[in-house]
């Protein structure tokens, strides 16, 4: 399984964008040190509160050339055309992979706010075919050269991409999805899926996981595809000495998650492709156990209990854990990476290498002994009768 540190930047009163920026630095340089597998952004317009990265291709270049092992993947990009032309997506994430030598990968969406989509006068209706065909320009950008596209939002003359990228066949692409069927599609179109958002329990993505490899295993895929089962951990991860520590600490959380969730019930009446997003109108925020251990939204606690919960998805088949750490102080954040980073992640990672209580060897060794005693026998019986012979 990978781990993926997500942080959006999220800025408390008081403090500068600029001081959270630097703060959001050191966190990837540690997450990088201590194992995490890549770091993402989302990327967010005129947000009110939870997320302060509106230009993740901007940020991605110079923590790219502050690291060496770390992959970078988009958190997601905003695919309505009037937030992001897919060509020039493409071109971006060709010069991030040179610049990264290869640790890029492309995680993509439609925008699930009203502030940010009707600031780009995108209309709901329109910008999930708009996503779909700008998938299948930039992959086909990648793969081709010469390209070309034509469709009912894009319509591209024979070009070539310049510059191209390093990955093969192309960058891993991936996208956000909050439905049963925007997992279809993805699973269909042999991109990974982002599952998870919701609060709605580990049921729900469950059963996303499975449709996805019912799905993917069904479709016929006359070109190289990336597939990928990853689930995001929304409200938050956060670990501590203790569990009770790590679930007072992350209280505040439940703030950020019903404020980046304030926006779903409003799109869900706006067009029926948003409409599963009116089930958040369901979830009672202020209910501490169900948001701890039964949302699916969060992962808080000592780190045998995140562990807990990451076998919960291992056992699940999930690929990827996207770990949003974010929206609390800094030191925090810091202790809980670092935590997760030397205790969690080797547990999957690196199992044989994690030192047990002596306690544990001794057990293992005198529950050992009976088949070994009976191997000693077995060879001196054998050894007996050759002799004789």
Not at 65 to 82: D, G, M, Q, Y
Request: one cysteine or more.
């Amino acid at each position: 399984m990978d781990f993926i540190l997500m942080t959006e930047g999220d800025t408390p009163v008081g403090l500068t964008h600029e001081h959270r920026y630097r703060e959001l630095i050191e966190e990837v340089l540690l997450a990088e040190r201590v194992g995490f597998d890549a770091f993402g952004s989302s990327e967010q317009h005129v947000a009110l509160g939870t997320a302060s990265v509106s230009a993740p291709e901007v940020l991605y270049p110079y923590l790219m050339a502050l690291t060496s092992r770390i992959r970078f993947i988009h958190l997601v990009t905003l695919l309505p055309t009037r937030m992001n032309h897919a060509l020039r997506v493409a071109e971006r994430v060709a010069t991030e992979d040179i610049l990264s030598n290869g640790r890029v990968e492309l995680g993509t969406g439609r925008g699930n706010t009203t502030l940010a989509l009707r600031a780009f006068e995108v209309d709901p209706s329109e910008n999930k075919a708009q996503w779909r065909e700008g998938i299948e320009l930039i992959r086909s950008a990648f793969l081709n050269d010469v390209f070309s596209y034509v469709g009912e939002h894009y319509k591209i003359p024979p070009r070539s991409l310049v510059p191209k990228p390093l990955q093969g066949p192309y960058p891993p692409i991936s996208a956000a999805a909050g439905s049963p069927s925007s997992v279809e599609t993805a699973a269909s179109m042999g991109i990974g899926a982002i599952m998870g958002g919701l609060y709605l329990g580990f049921d729900l993505v469950e059963n996303m996981l499975k449709l996805y490899d019912t799905t993917l295993a069904a479709t016929h895929h006359p070109h190289p595809i990336t597939p990928r089962k990853m689930v995001a951990i929304a409200g938050g991860m956060h670990c501590a000495e203790t569990t009770a520590q790590a679930r007072t600490e992350a209280k505040p959380l439940f703030e950020m998650a019903k404020l980046s969730t304030d926006a779903y019930e409003r799109l869900s009446k706006l067009s029926k492709d948003y409409a599963y997003m009116g089930a958040v109108k369901d979830i009672d925020f202020n209910d501490e156990e169900y948001m701890f251990e039964r949302s699916q939204g969060f992962m808080v606690g000592d780190p045998e209990h995140c562990i807990e919960h990451v076998q919960r998805y291992a056992d699940m088949g999930v690929e990827a854990l996207v770990l949003r750490v974010d929206s609390l102080p800094h030191d925090q954040l810091m202790r809980s990476i670092e935590l997760f980073g030397k205790y969690v992640i080797p547990r999957f990672k690196h199992p044989r290498n994690v030192v047990r209580s002596a306690d544990d060897v001794l057990a293992d060794i005198r529950a050992a002994r009976p088949a070994h005693e009976e191997a000693l026998r077995q060879y001196h019986a054998n050894h007996t009768k050759e002799t004789a012979r």
